[in-house]
């Protein structure tokens, strides 16, 4: 028996078959291998996501760094403590017949000039000379005071058993330049302010300045004599900072103090306490 297909089918079908083989020789051809194309395409792909990567871990290591670094300037760490270099001393056996040790004069570590009337201004001072060597820097620190401006001087009581302390001003004669701008006597007043630790002359303004404690001493200065405070305890391996001040507003000083010249300007004597 003949089965007759109507012609449109017998083509529908050839069609059909064609598909079927070209497809499976592609499909063949695409599963015996990756293609050079589709290679380079994965490769570009890999090394995106090894960028992005990268990226965030910069990223995340610069802001725990930034936090981190906020975190230590905020936090208020106690200062460290200067290290002694008379551990032991105090077993150590003294002769009491011994006669006491002299009086040592400290120069101060610090001096630094504040101005009521510009209160945020800081007045930096370093002496200085050109030579052929080059920039020489001197020892030399200013004191000055007047009805607006106050000089912050702080001193280094290291000295082991010498924690009997007080303050000598010393002014010589008139003689040449009058350290006090004037013949005339001149009332200052030191105050004993709040500041345990080095101090830092290069931020110290009158808004910055270590907060008043207690008046040491009042002295009426005139040319040629030396003033002195009473005598307080000043702990070994301390700082001790005083705030020079005029009592009156006629009050004007200025001169330079040196480590090497004791005949002028304000020092610590620390004496023996043993």
């Known amino acids: ?45 890999w090394a995106c ?15 725990f760094r930034a936090l981190a670094h906020r975190q230590v300037v905020r936090s208020q760490h106690e200062p460290l403590e200067y290290a002694s270099t008379y551990i032991g001393l105090d077993s150590a056996y003294r002769d009491p017949a011994a006669s006491p040790l002299p009086p040592i004069h400290n120069f101060p570590v610090a001096i630094g000039v504040v101005n ?59 003689a040449g330049d009058d350290p006090l701008k004037t013949a005339e006597p001149t009332s200052v007043e030191v105050w004993h302010v709040d500041a345990p630790s080095k101090l830092d002359v290069k931020g110290l303004s009158w808004q910055s300045r270590p907060a008043r404690v207690s008046v040491v001493a009042r002295w009426t200065l005139y040319p040629n004599t030396t003033a002195r405070s009473p005598e307080f ?33 304000i020092w610590l004597m620390q004496r023996t306490s043993a």
């Not at 079908?13 to 589709?38: C, E, I, K, M, Q």
Request: charged share 20%; with cysteine.
């Open 1 to 45: 028996m003949n089965i007759l297909f109507p012609r449109k089918v017998l083509v529908a079908s050839a069609s059909v078959r064609s598909y079927s083989s070209s497809t499976l020789v592609a499909f063949t051809s695409d599963t015996g291998g990756p293609s050079p194309g589709n290679r380079r395409c994965s490769l570009l792909l």
């Open 116 to 174: 009521r009337s510009e209160p945020s201004a800081v007045y930096l001072d370093a002496p200085r000379y050109f030579s052929t060597f080059g920039t020489i820097y001197t020892g030399e620190r200013r004191v000055k005071i007047s009805p607006v401006e106050t000089t912050i001087v702080q001193f280094w009581a290291g000295d082991y058993e010498m924690q009997r302390c007080s303050l000598e001003f010393t002014l010589p004669s008139p």
């Open 233 to 265: 305890n000043c702990r070994s391996g301390s700082f001790q900072t005083f705030e020079l001040a005029c009592v009156d507003d006629g009050c004007l000083g200025e001169f330079y103090q040196e480590p090497k010249h004791r005949d002028i300007g």
């Open 49 to 63: 996501l090894l960028s992005v990567l990268c990226s965030l871990i910069n990223t995340s290591f610069t802001v």
